[in-house]
């Protein structure tokens, strides 16, 4: 049973950023189920997005609300609560965490399929932040970042790149079609190797289904998008250093990550959970660590603000298009993609993650390096299904 003392307690918490329990404003937090206070209390962040995929609180702007939230640090003043801390002991010691964890003991919502991701992306199928200096809209905005990149990386027609983490080949086509790259992806998904494959058609594309572990041959140019944040902290130096010894002389390396501003070992329990279970988000600090005596550092290109939008854009497809999902995926994943997109949408909005764009050379850049970073891509080139097609796939 809920006890006044526990109401109070979260009630008090939220007015310090501004959240009211049962307001009226877009960020205001509407209390479904009695029993959500101990809940939460008990369990912290975990509990508050499971209780949310379990329809025990609403709110009508998730962004919103977590933008306030980070904004003020909420977090760190929970973790210095004396009050919270006491709240959280006895709700272990009276068994609420168990009761409330025994809902999703041992589900993962992690059988997706390409159609959620058809229906989420752009036309290219990018699972990263866009670049959205000149865009418009989403397909422009990646279509921009991958031109960036590929500028970044001063591709020519003929050189041999490795695509680490290549996804559903976004980079890889782009950089075959507009720069007569011969580009090798590789990826650990199964569903993401076998769709690369079908759109590659003649293209000098081969997309392989490899750790970067296992990788042994030499490219001229190397590039990593999203994948960093799944190598995990002991292993960040492995990872610079195979791509030290697949990188040619006179190569460039582009890593393309999310990042923290701070050192950190895991992410949100909730997070790891039911989103990207063993990820960890670099600090500059150990990025830094992990390259040095490899590279020469050329350029760090921070653009962490244009996640929001693209993360909006990813939810505002999801709910237009629900409709094609949702004869294979339940309400309650419904709830926990929303979850996902719009609290990491008030992440980036209250800057408290980062986006990285960080350009590095074996031994030095000769010269002057070109300012890339008010570029615009040229006409779109398309390949995949129109977006009135993905309710068939």
Not at 21 to 30: A, E, H, N, T, Y
Not at 68 to 79: E, F, M, S, T
Not at 150 to 156: A, G, I, P, T
Not at 338 to 343: I, R
Request: glycine share 8%.
């Amino acid at each position: 049973m809920t006890s006044p003392c526990e109401h109070r307690l979260l009630e008090q918490l939220l007015d310090c950023v501004g959240v009211a329990l049962g307001g009226s404003r877009p960020f205001d937090i509407r209390v479904n189920h009695p029993e959500f206070f101990p809940r939460v209390l008990a369990g912290g962040t975990l509990a508050l997005g499971e209780s949310y995929m379990d329809g025990w609180w609403d709110c009508e702007a998730l962004d919103q609300l977590f933008e306030r939230l980070l904004r003020a640090r909420l977090d760190c003043r929970v973790a210095k609560s004396q009050q919270l801390l006491w709240a959280r002991v006895k709700g272990l010691l009276t068994g609420s965490q168990s009761r409330f964890r025994a809902f999703e003991v041992g589900k993962r919502h992690y059988d997706l399929g390409n159609d959620l991701f058809a229906a989420m992306l752009d036309r290219r199928m990018n699972y990263s932040c866009a670049y959205w200096q000149h865009a418009q809209d989403l397909d422009r905005a990646q279509e921009d970042k991958l031109e960036l990149t590929c500028r970044k990386l001063m591709l020519e027609p003929g050189m041999r790149v490795l695509d680490i983490g290549c996804g559903w080949g976004g980079l890889a086509i782009y950089a075959a079609e507009h720069y007569g790259a011969e580009v090798t992806g590789i990826t650990v998904s199964r569903e993401q190797a076998d769709w690369a494959r079908k759109r590659i058609g003649d293209l000098p594309v081969r997309i392989e289904l490899k750790d970067y572990r296992e990788l042994r041959a030499t490219f001229d140019r190397i590039v990593s998008i999203g994948r960093f944040e799944h190598v995990g902290t002991s292993r960040y130096r492995t990872f610079m250093k195979m791509v030290s010894r697949c990188l040619k002389p006179g190569g460039l390396f582009l890593l393309h990550t999310i990042g923290c501003n701070r050192s950190v070992e895991a992410l949100d329990p909730w997070f790891q959970k039911y989103i990207f279970p063993n990820a960890v988000l670099p600090s500059a600090r150990q990025i830094t660590a992990a390259a040095e005596g490899l590279f020469v550092l050329e350029d760090w290109h921070s653009f962490g603000s244009y996640y929001d939008p693209t993360l909006m854009a990813w939810q505002e497809n999801f709910a237009r298009r629900w409709h094609c999902l949702s004869t294979r995926y339940d309400r309650r994943f419904y709830r926990m993609w929303n979850y996902y997109l719009l609290s990491c949408a008030g992440s980036f909005r209250a800057r408290r993650n980062q986006l990285w764009q960080i350009l590095f050379s074996d031994c030095g850049i000769k010269g002057r390096l070109p300012d890339y970073r008010s570029i615009r891509s040229g006409a779109h080139t398309e390949y995949v299904e129109t977006l009135e097609d993905i309710c068939s796939i």
